[in-house]
């Protein structure tokens, strides 16, 4: 049973006002709220076992690293990885392809080709820009159409040999627009022999995913947008391709051996996992994989599909106001301008003064504001929480913000 009450109820903060008005929280796909499940477990690993992990004989320090590589195991059923040691902890999606793209630095020459899209957030660009600038490769980019749909027959023209790289997100964050990664995917592998990376920040919180069947090499997501503490982040890669690849940082955990005449490293996972984790939030990031199984993936689902789609019908009756992306597959967010108003964070001030939370602006994705030929959009996003009584609220605002500005 989907008890939205229910579920609230397990999220504190909504209970708080802003601006003497209820808190209406539509900011998710810059970060979720967090269930208190997730945060009593924070607060009962310092409380009660917090210690170095790995490396200790004491009994907090074995409790402490139990308790990680449970949660380890609990996000390798989450994205149905074939091993656990394929789930390397990082500290959210941009450090997990920051870290791809460093380790592919030797497979990579002069006028090799890596392939991302115009619908990619900054942190799935700069990385690779950076990448071409060691290496001399090239970054080839899909385009989208008016919709925001990417233009799948450039991928076809661009997959060649020299394709070492192929990264794209599941889900774009400034859109909620859903990308064809599974025809993207099959393309990459028939026509070259390129990585294949996911962006998976904005899918994850919302769909199931199965890694194995999706048969990308890398994945990568960001904790704090589904339920999971800040700081936390997941990089799934395959076995034999981690196995393969350099590590990343050089440090403590990752050595097998250590001298000065030469190191060792680890297996995996703690290859790629330097230094001291986030070993409290590790531990929280399993139990927003709890939360998120408690109330069923389908659930979680179909209940902001249901969000959106009322969300974006009003949207759509108020004079003017445009959605970006309107015809195309989406989850978990609208994005939109009203005519004759100059600037979308005027829409958002205004909001925020009714306890409404938007984020207005380019959303890390200067490509695609400069595609649509503006300078940002004002953006609501969804989580398990929201109610179609707070989307009234926002339709409200809207229509608000038109009388005062317009
Ligand atoms: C948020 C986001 C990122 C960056 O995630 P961080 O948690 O800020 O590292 C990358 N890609 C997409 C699609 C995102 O939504």
Redo the contacts with the bound molecule.
């Keep these: 049973m989907f008890d939205i009450q229910e579920i609230r109820s397990q999220f504190s903060i909504l209970d708080r006002e802003v601006n003497g008005k209820p808190l209406v929280y539509l900011d998710n796909?810059?970060?979720s709220q967090k269930p208190n499940s997730v945060l009593e477990v924070c607060h009962a690993y310092y409380t009660e076992l917090n210690a170095n992990v790995h490396r200790g004989i004491h009994t907090l320090s074995q409790l402490a690293t139990e308790e990680m590589e449970l949660s380890r195991r609990k996000i390798q059923k989450f994205i149905n990885a074939e091993h656990d040691f394929e789930v390397i902890f990082t500290?959210?999606?941009?450090?997990?392809?920051n870290l791809i793209a460093y380790i592919l630095t030797q497979k990579l020459q002069k006028d090799d080709e890596i392939i991302i899209s115009y619908l990619?957030?900054?942190?799935?660009i700069v990385p690779w820009q950076m990448l071409c600038e060691r290496t001399g490769a090239r970054l080839r980019v899909i385009p989208i159409d008016e919709n925001g749909v990417l233009q799948l027959d450039y991928l076809d023209q661009y997959l060649s040999e020299k394709t070492k790289v192929v990264s794209v997100?599941q889900?774009?964050?400034a859109l909620g627009i859903v990308n064809p990664i599974e025809e993207i995917i099959a393309k990459t592998r028939k026509n070259s022999d390129a990585y294949i990376v996911i962006?998976g920040?904005?899918s994850a919180p919302h769909f199931d995913i199965d890694v194995q069947k999706m048969d990308c090499d890398f994945f990568?997501f960001?904790g704090?947008?589904m339920y999971a503490p800040?700081g936390t982040?997941i990089l799934y890669g395959k076995r034999e391709i981690l196995e393969a690849l350099p590590p990343f940082h050089g440090g403590g955990e990752m050595i097998a051996t250590c001298s000065f005449e030469g190191t060792t490293y680890a297996g995996l996972p703690f290859k790629y996992e330097a230094g001291t984790p986030n070993v409290g939030g590790n531990i929280a990031l399993g139990a927003a994989v709890d939360f998120m199984n408690r109330v069923g993936r389908e659930n979680i689902q179909n209940h902001e599909n249901a969000l959106l789609e009322y969300a974006q019908r009003q949207l759509l009756e108020i004079e003017g106001l445009k959605v970006y992306g309107e015809k195309a597959k989406r989850t978990g967010v609208v994005s939109f301008n009203l005519e004759g108003v100059g600037i979308a964070s005027d829409v958002g001030m205004i909001l925020d003064k009714m306890g409404i939370a938007v984020r207005t602006g380019h959303h890390?994705t200067q490509p695609i504001m400069s595609f649509f030929n503006i300078a940002g959009t004002v953006r609501a996003s969804f989580a398990v929480y929201n109610t179609f009584e707070e989307i009234d609220r926002l339709v409200e605002g809207v229509k608000k913000a038109q009388r005062m500005l317009g």
């Design positions: 796909a810059a970060t500290k959210g999606t941009t450090e997990g392809l990619e957030h900054h942190s799935n997100n889900v774009s964050n962006d920040a904005q990568v960001s704090h947008k800040m982040g890390c």
